[in-house]
């Protein structure tokens, strides 16, 4: 198994793959491959335990520089849906419209920098708490970057009629979103001195983001998957991912006391709480088990995965006989998805096992070991 992380690779976790027209994409045969795929995801989201294998097609370029043109980003993912129907899997793929992280913040008068080739970035604009707050913030679908995500939704659901599942867009945290408003040391120091600020700032955050979602959701409609962004997801489960990377600067105790209830506020209309957190967040297992409602959390598990993944697989068997699902990234070879399914998994786990493996052949080895490992765990044949 490599060892590290390969820090020359653009994307780690992303495939090539050849853009496609949506006049020349088959949506009867991915409209027919999704619902036999959504059978066992019905089923699997019932279970109090068991393993479903995802293989995930991230398009790289939409995740940097390309995210802003609707017309190139569709025909990407389009043909990252062509290719997945090649690679045995339990979940399908999804449309995601927009990836740019800051959206939120917006709301506050920024803009984004658009620098070439790169993915688009937001500076934070205010030095203090206290002039963030005194600040009229807009609702997000009034701001430039609100407008286009909704156009770009619309564009996506004219082009693909509803029939292929989509997502809301990327879901930061309102933690994660405090460093595009003012400097996060200024930040710290607020939770410690002037929590009862920070609080109201987050519940400010919370509003603005369930706003905005639902401006989404009027639009996508039953094609909505769910939990979205960076998970694995189907129309038939139902929780909201949220990216909570700035979750392992601060204690558990205090996420869970000051981050986590506004996280569950925004989370509870669409079924409760999906956590993320880039890097080793094995310390906060305990406090993440203990956000309300939590349907699933997510995370590196392989060196090639992410410069900071975790090697303390173990901590993870908290996760057994909670129904939690544990969304379980491994980039890698046969060998390393085997490797670390045998350290994460233990019966009375749910897990979804995100390959990324680079041929069709290898994914179905990959997908067979993955079932015969965890047990017995195979779900009954699709059936009506």
């Known amino acids: 198994m490599v060892s590290k992380f390969d820090n020359q690779i653009a994307d780690a976790q992303a495939t090539q793959v050849l853009p496609v027209k949506p006049g020349n994409f088959d949506f009867d045969k991915y409209e027919a491959y999704t619902a036999e795929l959504n059978k066992t995801c019905a089923r699997f989201w019932e279970q109090k335990s068991g393993v479903v294998v995802y293989r995930r097609m991230r398009v790289g370029e939409c995740f940097s520089y390309g995210c802003s043109d609707m017309k190139r980003s569709l025909e990407l993912q389009l043909g990252a849906l062509e290719k997945s129907m090649f690679f045995k899997a339990d979940v399908p793929n999804f449309l995601e419209p927009w990836y740019g992280i800051g959206t939120v913040a917006s709301a506050w008068g920024g803009d984004y920098l658009w620098t070439e080739g790169n993915a688009p970035a937001l500076k934070a604009p205010f030095k203090t708490i206290d002039e963030v707050l005194a600040y009229p913030a807009r609702e997000i679908a009034q701001t430039n970057i609100g407008r286009h995500t909704l156009d770009m939704i619309e564009y996506f659901m004219d082009q693909t009629k509803g029939r292929v599942p989509v997502s809301l867009t990327d879901t930061q945290s309102p933690l994660n979103m405090i460093g595009h408003l003012y400097p996060l040391d200024q930040f710290f120091m607020d939770m410690l001195l002037e929590p009862e600020k920070v609080l109201q700032l987050f519940d400010r955050l919370a509003d603005l983001s369930i706003n905005f979602n639902n401006e989404q959701i009027k639009l996508i409609g039953d094609a909505l998957a769910l939990p979205g962004h960076g998970f694995a997801s189907s129309t ?15 204690s558990p105790d205090q996420y869970l006391e000051m981050a986590a209830p506004s996280v569950e ?19 906060w297992v305990d406090a993440v088990l203990q956000i309300k409602g939590l349907k699933m959390a997510d995370g ?62 290898e994914q179905a080895e990959a997908y067979e070991l993955v079932h015969e490992m965890c047990n017995g765990s195979r779900l009954p044949e699709n059936s009506d």
């Open 236 to 250: 038939k489960w139902s929780g909201l991912g949220m990216s909570d990377d700035n979750a392992i600067m601060i």
């Open 265 to 283: 506020k925004i989370c509870a209309p669409l079924g409760g709480p999906v956590f993320h957190s880039c890097g080793d967040w094995s310390a």
């Open 300 to 361: 590196a598990f392989s060196p090639q995965t992410d410069p900071g993944a975790t090697n303390n697989l173990e901590a993870f068997h908290k996760f057994a006989n909670t129904g939690i699902v544990l969304n379980a990234r491994i980039v890698g070879d046969l060998e390393t998805i085997r490797e670390q399914v045998s350290r994460l998994w233990l019966p009375g786990m749910k897990m979804v096992v995100v390959t990324y493996c680079s041929t069709p052949e």
